[in-house]
């Protein structure tokens, strides 16, 4: 769906995190899902809309956050943190690269 150098992980948590996630938000939408087919859902000229706003919407925020962090290396300290802190990010990338456990003999 994507082109260019995006990789399959950049395209999940965009489409289903970032695009669903604000999709997701939307009463009109549930309403319009508990009411219709899937068919008739997908058709829905709302729906259509929704997205693109998402979209615009997803653009303008990463671009104004992602330039905040780059203009300030106390943001990039305090994404730091958080990622260091409720991110985890270093408990996930050793549980991502854990070596095999060795035989105990």
Do not use: C, W
């Amino acid at each position: 769906m994507f082109q260019g150098e995006v990789t399959d992980d950049d395209q999940l948590i965009y489409v289903n995190t970032v695009v669903k996630g604000k999709l997701l938000e939307s009463a009109r939408l549930a309403q319009q899902a508990t009411n219709n087919t899937k068919e008739q859902f997908a058709n829905s000229p709302d729906l259509s809309k929704a997205i693109l706003d998402v979209i615009v919407d997803a653009f303008e925020a990463h671009s104004t956050m992602s330039k905040q962090a780059l203009d300030s290396a106390k943001g990039r300290a305090g994404l730091k943190d958080i990622l260091l802190g409720p991110g985890q990010l270093y408990e996930a990338l050793r549980s991502k690269h854990d070596p095999e456990p060795a035989d105990v003999e």
